[in-house]
């Protein structure tokens, strides 16, 4: 699988941004697909998650409430909604598929395919 993730920028605190994962091969709907991000001078940590069949979404505590992952296996394509942006938010965000089991669903040792990520900057 090959992921390309796109439709980070900047943005002003509180305002909106919708992240795009594509997907390339045929088995993306079997798949289970993440969102992680990495700040500068940071560790990469997890933001949210979903199942393969969309049935079941998890979330860092950071962004639950403000962040809505979604998912369409038509599209080969994963969202990440990103509303009520904050300043530290900013970082660089990639998405990920895998077959996690729930205690690696918002690790990276969960996910096998990672693609290359896209840069979200809140400016305050």
């Known amino acids: 699988v090959q992921l390309q993730a796109s439709g980070g920028g900047l943005v002003q605190a509180g305002g909106s941004l919708r992240l795009s994962c594509a997907a390339s091969?045929?088995?993306?709907?079997?798949?289970?697909m993440g969102w992680f991000r990495q700040a500068p001078g940071k560790e990469r940590e997890f933001v949210a998650a979903i199942r393969w069949s969309g049935g079941r979404r998890y979330y860092a505590d950071s962004v639950k409430g403000r962040f809505t992952i979604s998912r369409d296996n038509a599209e080969n394509t994963v969202y990440l909604q990103m509303n009520s942006l904050k300043p530290e938010d900013t970082a660089v965000y990639h998405c990920?598929?895998?077959?996690?089991?729930?205690?690696?669903?918002?690790?990276?040792?969960?996910?096998?395919?990672w693609g290359q990520g896209t840069l979200v900057t809140v400016s305050s």
């Open positions: 990920a598929a895998g077959r996690p089991i729930l205690s690696n669903v918002a690790t990276q040792n969960g996910y096998n395919y």
């Open positions: 091969g045929h088995t993306f709907s079997s798949y289970d």
